[in-house]
């Protein structure tokens, strides 16, 4: 196989694209880095395209590996002919690899090999040529040996029917065959294993659906009522279609001594043999598809939390809400360092609300607070009476927003949370970070496990390598995407900067603190272990804002300095202009930027990001996100009425619709029937993460705690 081939086929992109790309992935070169800074070797490939390159090179290198070491072991045992390994050599999945190896595979003893050892394998061979005359037993009585074992003629017919039995499920032809019509004519289907018991797969208690039709989500669903033993799922076969089939293909000749013993070994085969085994890979399959269903939804959820605008320049009170231990309160500065934490006790069973908004008054005053950043937990809904009570009575307006708290108790006792705050307690670092997460989501969601943070679905019961891989892809995607200012960075932000892992970005907090703040990108390359390599893949991403060179601030790369300089002359510019704002003509002053860029002997693509650059210097490409909403009333479930229109936030997008706040503490569900009027295969196709939207409450039920919303609104007449 022509790895490069099947990548340029698989994903649309032409042989020169992919031959390009494979060799800067072996050069070492990490997917931001290419994405952003060799667009011109690539042909401006995307992140996303890249990683699916990258994930789909590695898959099919193994694979070839895989069929160099099954040939290996074919020809050791002297079976290999050309057409096998022609046949091995063209398979594009290692499950045909594994089929076509199956015949050959060194087998532990089965019913087959003690039939061989007991000299079965000529009878079993008559038997499968069918040109028998006689009756079998007449002629398996030659076989009888009671020193093997093998008693009567019976004996001798059985053992030579569990050979053949197995020679059927070793080729590789009827396996895939079977496996094609398993999966287009088979269903799914599972049932209780106590149809009285209550649970949350009710639905599936007498279950079934087409295996071509089964969505992810209720492959994920089966599998984890299966894991907790509540469900029964099995795997329906055509079991006539693939008997008739198997039938057709062996029982070649009309014999009426041995076509009843083929039939009989053939059901043998397919039920003892082939069916658990096509059972198992098709559950896998459907498990993998849906897995990677599941992985790109929560990776793009992710990637919206992450990149939600941050809000700046204002000191926030970060309140993480509880009842018996008190309300935990951090205040935290535009720039996120913490300049006070206290407790208070306005929930039960204390119920101190006055003493509460004593304290809350004075915390407001003196350090001139404007937003609250609540966390969702426990109490939350009590803790928002309360501000909002509080807001009533302040002589300054302030705001709260309820964020998602998912992830900051599993922060607050975490190792990197006691090194950055020796001096507090789990209380007061969730307190912070739910100020932080405000503040700068992303400079403070890289701190906890993605798969803590609560935007996923099933994310505990799929493979949890593939899962870490395409979460820390979208996180690095995004801090890369956004940059990192070098000298406020911790480390665990800078470990996900291109080119740097946990020691480098320790490394570099470690010099910061021994040696001041960075003045130039240069000055990397003095860092512990960060060699040139390190530099070329980071520095374009690292900013110093108020440093030697104002290019150090922005995302243009120190190999393009040069060139920059070069047009900026042209231009009658100095670098200096960077620094107070940029210079927003300089694209209408250049004109033909592919005449300019060939007199500058510079890429065109590169040529139009480094003027974008100096257009709008170290520009947040955040800001075009939709920005959180504000509050400062309250809203109770017990006031919704259907009909009514509210503004939402999005909070998780799953494969049946997405869960939006509204304001009141349980979030609705828009069901992906009720998002658009047009047909669409799945949520993301319409909403994201953190998207603003209007719904309508279409059903509010407070006993149990479920709204329903439509995106789809009727406006009263």
């Not at 070492?28 to 390159?53: C, M, Q, S, W």
């Not at 299966?226 to 799922?233: N, Y």
């Not at 927003?401 to 969730?430: C, H, M, W």
């Amino acid at each position: 196989m022509d790895i490069n081939k099947t990548l340029a086929r698989e994903l649309q992109i032409s042989p020169k694209q992919v031959e390009a790309t494979v060799r800067l992935i072996d050069e070492g070169n990490t997917i931001p880095f290419i994405a952003r800074y060799r667009k011109e070797v690539t042909g401006a490939l995307n992140d996303e395209v890249l990683r699916h390159l990258y994930e789909r090179l590695g898959y099919l290198r193994n694979l070839e590996e895989k069929k160099q070491s099954v040939l290996a072991s074919i020809e050791e045992q002297g079976l290999l002919t050309e057409e096998l390994r022609a046949q091995i050599m063209a398979a594009e999945t290692l499950v045909v690899v594994e089929d076509l190896y199956r015949p050959y595979r060194p087998k532990r003893r089965t019913r087959a090999t003690i039939a061989k050892e007991r000299g079965l394998e000529p009878l079993a061979n008559l038997i499968y040529l069918q040109q028998v005359k006689q009756p079998l037993e007449e002629i398996a009585a030659d076989y009888v040996d009671a020193e093997k074992e093998v008693e009567t003629p019976e004996d001798a017919i059985a053992g030579a029917k569990d050979i053949i039995a197995e020679t059927i499920a070793d080729e590789a032809d009827y396996r895939i065959h079977i496996r094609t019509l398993t999966e287009k004519k088979g269903r799914i289907t599972s049932v209780a294993k106590d149809e009285q018991a209550e649970s949350v797969y009710e639905m599936y208690y007498d279950f079934d659906e087409p295996i071509a039709k089964l969505p992810g989500h209720r492959v994920l669903a089966l599998n984890r009522g299966e894991k907790e033993k509540i469900l029964t799922v099995k795997v329906v076969a055509p079991k006539e279609d693939v008997l008739r089939y198997l039938e057709k293909q062996i029982i070649v000749r009309d014999n009426g001594y041995t076509t009843p013993i083929l039939e009989e070994t053939i059901e043998d085969s397919y039920e003892r043999l082939i069916a658990p085994a096509i059972e198992r890979e098709i559950r896998n399959g459907l498990t993998e598809v849906a897995e990677d269903g599941a992985i790109k939804v929560f990776g793009k959820n992710l990637q919206q939390l992450l990149m939600q605008p941050p809000i700046v320049g204002q000191t926030v009170l970060g309140w993480d809400p509880a009842f018996r231990t008190g309300c935990k309160l951090a205040v935290v500065d535009a720039t996120g360092k913490v300049l006070d934490t206290t407790v208070i006790y306005p929930t039960a069973p204390q119920n101190k609300v006055s003493e509460a908004k004593a304290v809350l008054k004075q915390l407001i005053s003196k350090y001139h607070i404007t937003l609250i950043s609540v966390g969702n937990g426990t109490a939350s809904r009590e803790s928002e009476m309360i501000i909002v009570d509080l807001l009533k009575e302040l002589p300054v307006p302030v705001q709260y927003v309820i964020v998602n708290e998912a992830g900051a108790s599993v922060y607050s006792a975490s190792k990197l949370a006691t090194e950055e705050f020796p001096q507090f307690d789990v209380g007061q670092r969730s307190a912070t970070s739910i100020a932080r997460r405000l503040q700068d989501p992303l400079a403070e969601l890289v701190k906890i496990d993605p798969k803590s943070i609560g935007v996923g679905q099933y994310q505990h019961d799929m493979n949890q390598k593939k899962l870490d891989e395409a979460l820390n892809g979208v996180v690095e995607s995004c801090v890369n995407n956004v940059g990192v200012d070098l000298n406020t960075a911790s480390a665990s932000l800078l470990e996900h900067v291109s080119g740097i892992n946990k020691t480098i970005a320790k490394n570099i907090v470690a010099y910061r603190e021994e040696n001041g703040q960075f003045t130039s990108r240069r000055q990397l390359l003095k860092v512990p272990k960060l060699g040139p390599k390190a530099y070329e893949q980071c520095a374009g991403f690292l900013r110093i804002r108020g440093g030697k060179n104002p290019l150090d601030a922005t995302s243009v790369h120190p190999e393009s300095y040069e060139v920059t300089e070069q047009l900026l002359a042209r231009l009658g510019h100095d670098v200096s202009e960077i620094a107070v704002g940029g210079i927003g003509q300089i694209a209408k002053e250049i004109g033909n930027l592919d005449d300019m860029a060939k007199e500058l002997g510079v890429g065109a693509m590169t040529l139009e990001d480094i003027v974008r650059e100096l257009q709008k210097p170290g520009r947040d490409p955040r800001e075009d996100m939709p920005k959180p909403i504000l509050r400062s009333d309250v809203l109770e479930m017990k006031d919704l009425t259907p009909g009514m229109i509210l503004k939402g936030t999005v909070r998780n997008v799953i494969d049946f619709g997405a869960f939006v706040d509204i304001g009141v503490h349980q979030d609705g569900l828009v069901h992906i029937s009720q998002m658009s009027n047009r047909f669409i295969k799945h949520p993301m196709e319409v909403v994201s993460v953190g998207d603003i939207v209007d719904v309508q409450v279409l059903n509010v039920d407070v006993k149990k705690q479920k709204i329903q919303l439509t995106m789809k609104i009727q406006q009263e007449k």
